[in-house]
């Protein structure tokens, strides 16, 4: 698979802060690819240096074999982007918008942008101001998936949309990616990546984290096991687990223990050895690694 995003060691900073330190994202052509991290994580820097609107410190950037810096006006015919802060003419149409938008990138497949206009539900007949946030996205977005672009580049793109919106959104990436365009996703309703994304790269402070397919950086991360240990039990249990690896496995009689892969196999059978009821063996989520490196605890 060809990359679409090749970017190696980028480095922005702005004054004595670097924003983004030395970072590396490959995105793979017709994938789906998540970019995870908080606020800060330099996220959105990344995304403007791809776009040609801010100028990599150091590094090797290219988006479909282009160098942003130097060929931006090319590459922006060739990308949808969508932010998830939309700020649009305040004084036209919903519908003037979407001209605007088709005039500068010059190519336009209406029959879509009409079908989308319809499955959003959107009103282009109304002044931009009278809109709500969601309603601003949902014109980006109709020109996003109308467009006949090779790679969208989506930045919190359903920040305002109700559920049901978000659920035709995740509709709108399959198709576009059915058809074959690529599309780097940053967001951070994880429920949202998992379902979408094939890879994804997570970071913090502007570095590298974790990146790779999701299905393997579940299985890197391991499993998360649950037991009930009755108190005549508990020594057995807890002698089959250290012999198992696991040190402190926590008070009874209910146990949650984050178990890496490799050994999974031995703390199943120290519980079923020890006669522990109740066993389960979930595998790492995408939303499990994330807070392991950002401390995100559920509300």
């Not at 467009?147 to 559920?163: Q, Y």
């Not at 499993?223 to 690896?245: D, H, I």
């Amino acid at each position: 698979m060809s990359a679409v995003v090749e970017v190696d060691g980028l480095v922005k900073t702005f004054g004595r802060f670097a924003a983004v330190d030395g970072l590396d994202l490959h995105v793979g052509a017709g994938e789906v690819h998540g970019f995870l991290g908080p606020n800060g994580a330099g996220k959105s820097t990344t995304i403007r240096v791809l776009l040609g609107l801010y100028r990599a410190t150091a590094g090797r950037v290219r988006v479909l074999g282009l160098d942003p810096a130097r060929r931006p006006a090319e590459l922006t015919r060739r990308i949808s982007y969508v932010p998830g802060d939309v700020a649009l003419w305040p004084t036209l149409t919903g519908q003037e918008v979407l001209d605007a938008l088709a005039a500068l990138r010059g190519t336009r497949d209406r029959a879509a942008e009409r079908r989308l206009v319809d499955a959003f539900a959107l009103d282009t007949r109304r002044q931009v101001r009278t809109y709500s946030k969601g309603n601003r996205q949902k014109v980006v977005l109709v020109a996003a998936f109308a467009a006949r672009t090779e790679l969208l580049v989506l930045d919190e793109p359903t920040t305002g949309l109700d559920p049901l919106m978000e659920e035709l959104f995740q509709r709108c990436v399959r198709e576009a990616v059915a058809q074959g365009r690529t599309v780097l996703l940053s967001s951070h309703v994880l429920a949202e990546v998992e379902a979408l994304c094939e890879a994804v790269t997570i970071v913090k402070d502007g570095r590298l984290v974790e990146s790779g397919p999701v299905a393997q950086m579940r299985l890197l991360g391991g499993s998360q096991v649950t037991a009930t240990v009755a108190p005549e039990q508990a020594v057995a249990v807890a002698a089959g687990l250290r012999r198992a690896g696991i040190a402190d496995p926590g008070p009874g009689p209910d146990l949650r223990l984050d178990v890496p892969r490799a050994q999974v196999p031995a703390v199943l059978s120290a519980l079923a050895g020890g006669g522990a009821l109740d066993i389960t063996c979930t595998p790492t989520r995408l939303e499990d690694l994330f807070r392991r490196h950002y401390e995100v605890r559920a509300r």
